[in-house]
């Protein structure tokens, strides 16, 4: 593989970057792809989670709904634990 050797207020500029992300020229040609190195001890970002999640936000918040429209109270959980 050939190695490129940027300057400093590039690489402060991609040090600032989270994901991969396009490398254009002034024209906006596409020159390439930069993912930066993640050390494997890091960990991700709430917003990294967030966008790698599978599940649309629309379906998580339909999975909430039903949840919150199943299942039984706390006060009628314990007036039935009461009970016994």
Do not use: F
Not at 9 to 22: K, M, W, Y
Not at 42 to 64: A, G, M
């Amino acid at each position: 593989m050939t190695k490129v050797t940027i300057d400093a207020t590039t690489a402060a500029l991609l040090a600032t970057v989270h994901g991969e992300v396009q490398i254009c020229d002034s024209s906006g040609n596409i020159l390439g792809w930069y993912a930066p190195v993640v050390p494997s001890s890091s960990q991700p970002t709430r917003q990294e989670l967030i966008d790698s999640c599978p599940t649309s936000e629309e379906e998580l918040q339909r999975r909430i709904r039903e949840e919150k429209d199943s299942g039984r109270s706390w006060a009628d959980i314990r007036r039935e634990l009461g009970s016994m």
